[in-house]
């Protein structure tokens, strides 16, 4: 007797439409803010470091509200501020596979923070939505070390300070801490000068001339944007970086 086989029909032979990485990482920063969220919030007050260099047991922070700064020591005392963190970012992601914290992360004013131990960070990795969010994250982390970089080594005092106080306007305006060119900054002009690589005197000089002309007003660590265009243009032809889909978190504040 012949057995006949039958060929798969269309359906059969229909495969899951992929997942659009845009609803992933989506899905991945709601997961990953969750875990944050059922945490205890935690508060550091300005200048306190709550992620700490050599700590055997790092972890990871997701920030609610107030800035922070993530720097290393050289070795003539100097400091370097390599990032800075506005709420809703979370920092010490790289702590998930260095055996301890490589770099301080300190208050720059009184921060609300929700933590988790970097081990428990990697165990939900697992989770393919986690793992691809957490990558992006890390990705975004490297657009900003190398916009630093090439803004360091080609831009003049006053091309770097605006594109600071560009990159800080867009950040918080995607978050939708602001809907106007003002935000608060709890940076100290030396803060500025040791992320920006300029002498204290120096950015004290430039934000006099963008004050005079007109183009970004600083008054006690408030940023008035006048001239935003200006801004934009300080900054072109630096590198850029998709912006990412992320959850909201309720109540972040920038103060």
Known sequence: MTE?????????????????????LLLGSRRIRQAFLQTPLCVAGRDAPFIRAGDPEPVGVLIRSGFAYRSCALGDGRRAILDIFVPG???????????????????????????????????????????????????????????????????????????????????????????????????????IADHLGLTLVHVNRTLHKLREEEVVLVDRQIVIIQDLDRLRLAGKGLPQAAELPEAADHHLSSA
């Open 4 to 24: 006949t086989v039958l060929a798969p029909s269309a359906h059969s032979q229909r495969q899951p439409l992929p997942v659009p990485a845009s609803d992933e």
């Open 89 to 191: 970012d979370i920092a010490g992601l790289d702590n998930t596979i260095a055996p301890a914290s490589s770099e301080d992360v300190i208050a720059a004013g009184r921060v609300g923070y929700h933590a988790l131990p970097a081990v428990t960070l990697r165990d939900m990795m697992a989770d393919h939505a986690i793992a691809l969010y957490v990558a992006a994250l890390l990705a975004a982390s490297r657009w900003r070390a190398d916009r630093l970089a090439a803004s360091l080594g080609r831009l003049d005092a006053q091309a770097r300070i605006c594109v600071l106080f560009l990159d800080m306007y867009e950040r918080l305006r995607r978050r939708g801490l602001i809907s106007r060119p003002t935000f608060n900054l709890p940076l100290t002009q030396e803060q």
